[in-house]
T-cell receptor, first 109, second 114 residues
């Protein structure tokens, strides 16, 4: 069964510090992986996905199939990055997203 | 707003009752997904419809049902409500069904069962 694990419920860093939000998955095939973000009082929105290999708002994520991880990183955190972050997995050919339980990131001034 | 819309925003009801949550997808999107978000279970996929037909089912209880209408809006029906059904219910939409597409989420309906 597919599973997404985000080991940290809460993560707190200072502005300007590097940040890494961890995501591990279990899936035997070739997954599609996503990071979704939910800012305060806003709807859930896509931040980035591994197939596009792009950097959004300074965030990047690399799929490591050996470690079955898809950690989200940003070298210099900003206060506006404070939000709830969800890692999600979709198996190829399937439409549903399997979400991790989320990590609440707080960037302190 | 051409994004995903959901009504109502909030719903308070009693155990044993039945409610209907409504979702309108983004213009042009044929797929609608329903998710339940609770404190202990996180975001869980319930069901997916594509162009009026059910495509995938997740952890959806038998007391719950959904449909997608010809105008592509979708309704999630929750019956014989229990306290544990209190949660945030999200709808999302996407263009197709490839699994690699971005899903666009609505603001959610917060259901409280008393």
């Amino acid at each position: 069964a597919q599973r997404v694990t985000q080991p940290e419920k809460l993560l707190s860093v200072f502005k300007g510090a590097p940040v890494e939000l961890k995501c591990n998955y279990s899936y035997s095939g070739s997954p599609e992986l996503f990071w979704y973000v939910q800012y305060s009082r806003q709807r859930l929105q896509l931040l980035l996905r591994h197939i596009s290999r792009e950097s959004i708002k300074g965030f990047t994520a690399d799929l490591n199939k050996g470690e079955t991880s898809f950690h989200l990183k940003k070298p210099f955190a900003q206060e506006e990055d404070s939000a709830m972050y969800y890692c999600a997995l979709s198996q190829g050919g399937s439409e549903k997203l399997v979400f991790g339980k989320g990590t609440k990131l707080t960037v302190n001034p | 707003d051409s994004g995903v819309t959901q009504t109502p925003k909030h719903l308070i009801t009693a155990t044993g009752q039945r409610v209907t949550l409504r979702c309108s997808p983004r213009s042009g999107d044929l797929s609608v997904y329903w998710y339940q978000q609770s404190l202990d279970q996180g975001l869980q996929f319930l069901i997916h419809y594509y162009n009026g037909e059910e495509r995938a089912k997740g952890n959806i209880l038998e007391r719950f049902s959904a449909q997608q209408f010809p105008d592509l809006h979708s309704e999630l029906n929750l019956s014989s409500l229990e306290l544990g059904d209190s949660a945030l219910y999200f709808c999302a939409s996407s263009v197709g069904t490839s699994g690699m597409e971005t899903q666009y989420f609505g603001p959610g309906t917060r259901l409280l069962v008393l």
